[in-house]
């Protein structure tokens, strides 16, 4: 709703589709959880894992429209605390949010055996989003910069980077070659 938009990140593996993009001056408000669950299930394909962003915002509502619906779904608090770990081990993070774009990012290391199993679309609010944040290591893990300082600097939302991320750390729906 508002100024931000609602971004659809589909996730086949490591390989993403382009966004979808709906302006949230298009969403109607007195109605938005049964609207945006709609224009979810109309994009979602296999049974797919849906991930909401719980974090501030209109996910509330769309959340408890598909759960009420029985489409699986995951919300998604940057805020909140995470066991996860780096790849090595090694480092810990004092959030959801800082896990999952530290993961994205070590997902994305062409360095790696059989290098990097993400295949992002060309779009170049993608990249800029995702390249963005910056990290600091802190007495608690590895701290990815405030969501939003990262808005304020670009001068506008990371939707596009965020639905992605949040895509990727919600885990494959079903093991596939693809992520062997």
């Not at 709703?1 to 979808?20: F, H, K, L, N, S």
């Not at 049964?34 to 979602?44: K, T, V, W």
């Not at 209109?58 to 408890?64: A, I, Q, R």
Request: net charge neutral; with cysteine.
């Amino acid at each position: 709703g508002g100024e931000d938009q609602m971004v659809i990140a589909c996730r086949y593996d490591g390989w993403y589709a382009p966004t979808i993009s709906i302006p949230g001056k298009d969403i109607p408000m007195e109605r938005c959880g049964a609207y945006c669950a709609g224009l979810i299930i109309s994009y979602r394909k296999d049974g797919a894992l849906v991930s909401i962003d719980l974090g501030g915002g209109y996910g509330g509502s769309t959340y408890e429209a598909l759960k009420s619906n029985q489409i699986e779904t995951k919300g998604f608090k940057g805020a909140e605390t995470t066991t996860k770990r780096s790849v090595t081990g090694k480092f810990k993070f004092p959030n959801k949010r800082s896990a999952a774009y530290w993961v994205f990012r070590e997902a994305l290391d062409p360095g790696q055996p059989d290098g990097s199993p993400i295949a992002l679309p060309p779009n170049q609010r993608l990249v800029a989003d995702l390249a963005a944040a910056t990290f600091e290591v802190t007495p608690n893990g590895i701290r990815v910069e405030a969501k939003e300082k990262v808005c304020e600097r670009l001068g506008r939302s990371t939707d596009d980077g965020d639905a992605v991320v949040m895509a990727w750390f919600g885990g494959p729906r079903h093991a596939t070659n693809a992520l062997e």
